[in-house]
């Protein structure tokens, strides 16, 4: 199997199980990744971690730099890409502690830089993102989920939000309306980046929390902490049970 990257978002600064042959500090044309690239296998699979918000968890998510996060991922050989995020959820059964694959995306982010098609160009690109997730690499995650016994909702419409403040009750109403199911602030331009540079990337979205106005008062970021303290167990045995049956 192809190098796999794994960017590891909140609760997941550090991946377990991986023997880490190297870390490497590099440079982009885009500028720095958010951390050095850990190298290393699990199993028998060469797997290249990258911490999303940095190693000690201070890049807020509209400051994240994603296009040298998913440059350096390529440059490193990386061809499959699972991102693992933190989100709220909107729908009754995205309760916290849940693991989902979600297979659409809206995108209510702004400001970002979110294309690497907009400098010395030849032509216009528009890339296809009619499906903004690898089906390939979902199906193949879906696959880990039932080999290993570990829970995962197949489906799910993540909606992209600016942060790093949460929602209001109102936009999360209107979320709901749209159609998504699941709230984050990291799953774009991620994805569209990693589509514009022909990776095949999916996410392992985990539910820290029912969205705003979906619980009971406040969300405290205690809580929200807990339950990805929980659930990235998960997370790591499913990633686990992945490398087993594709190494
Ligand atoms: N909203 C946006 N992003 C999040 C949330 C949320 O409720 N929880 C974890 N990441």
Not at 223 to 244: C, N, P, R, W, Y
């Amino acid at each position: 199997m192809a190098t796999l990257g794994i960017i590891g978002g909140t609760g997941l600064t550090q991946l377990k199980g991986l023997t880490i042959t190297r870390s490497e500090a590099v440079k982009t044309p885009y500028g720095k990744p958010s951390a050095p690239l850990v190298h290393g296998r699990i199993n028998a699979v060469d797997v290249v971690f990258l911490a999303r918000h940095g190693e000690k968890h201070s890049i807020p998510p509209h400051r994240v730099n994603y296009r040298a996060n998913l440059f350096a991922l390529r440059e490193a050989g990386v061809e499959d890409v699972i991102a693992v995020a933190a989100v709220g959820g909107i729908r009754e059964d995205m309760a916290p502690g849940v693991i989902a694959l979600p297979e659409q995306i809206i995108d209510y982010t702004w400001g970002r830089k979110h294309t690497f098609f907009e400098d010395e160009l030849e032509t216009v690109t528009h890339i296809d993102f009619t499906t903004p997730y690898c089906e390939t690499l979902r199906g193949r995650l879906l696959a880990a989920s039932q080999a290993c016994h570990v829970a995962v909702i197949d489906g799910g419409v993540y909606g992209a939000t600016q942060g790093p403040r949460l929602e209001t009750a109102a936009e999360i109403d209107r979320m709901q309306r749209d159609g998504c199911t699941l709230v984050g602030m990291t799953g774009m331009p991620e994805a569209a980046l990693a589509r514009e540079l022909g990776l095949c990337y999916a996410s392992c979205a985990v539910v820290a929390n029912r969205a705003a106005g979906r619980g009971d008062g406040e969300i405290s970021m205690e809580d929200i902490e807990s339950t990805l303290h929980k659930a990235m167990g998960q997370v790591g045995v499913l990633l686990a049970g992945f490398m087993k049956i594709n190494e």
